[in-house]
């Protein structure tokens, strides 16, 4: 009886040690990679004369916009200095026109953002981004990476510099590109 026990005890152990690994699943590794598609382009298209007239209308229409900006400040400090002399008239004048200003601003903003977002997508052949994808794709499937993301995605905060494949997906578009 004594021996029977213990053969029943030990099939049932076998029995659950072999279903252990049934029941729970398989662990499998995920690895997430990050590239930052701006500055592999950047970099692919350094000296391109596109990308230079985008920069260089970058820099205007930040120009535009900081010249606009120290206006505003002039018309704060105007306001302010109404105000110390007790002129509420023309404090509330310069009042409506920081406003009118500040909404000017805005809209300038806005449309200089939109502009050199179309350029920039102008850019972005359709071309270039099959080639790119395909660079992606590679260093994903030959670095063992799961999942690669857009390092400009929304939501996605801090990464460490060890899942940055950027460079090597920069690598492989020079590679495939000659």
């Not at 109404?82 to 409506?96: F, I, P, S, V, Y």
């Amino acid at each position: 009886m004594m021996a029977y026990k213990t053969i029943r005890s030990a099939a049932v152990m076998v029995a659950l040690f072999l279903l252990i690994p049934a029941v729970l699943p398989a662990q499998q590794l995920n690895t997430v990679g990050v590239v930052n598609i701006s500055q592999v382009y950047n970099s692919f298209y350094r000296d391109s004369q596109a990308v230079r007239d985008l920069e260089r209308l970058r820099r205007q229409y930040q120009q535009e916009i900081d010249d606009r900006v120290r206006e505003l400040e002039t018309l704060r400090d105007r306001r302010f200095s109404a105000q110390e002399m007790g002129n509420t008239h023309r404090a509330e004048q310069l009042e409506d026109q920081i406003i009118e200003m500040q909404r000017f601003l805005e809209d300038l903003t806005a449309r200089r953002r939109q502009q050199l977002n179309a350029r920039q997508e102008q850019l972005l052949s359709d071309e270039f981004l099959r080639r790119m994808q395909n660079a992606i794709q590679y260093v994903a499937e030959t670095e063992g990476y799961s999942l690669i993301l857009r390092s400009d995605m929304e939501g996605l905060q801090w990464w460490s510099s060890e899942v940055d494949v950027s460079e090597k997906v920069l690598q492989r578009l020079i590679q495939i590109s000659r």
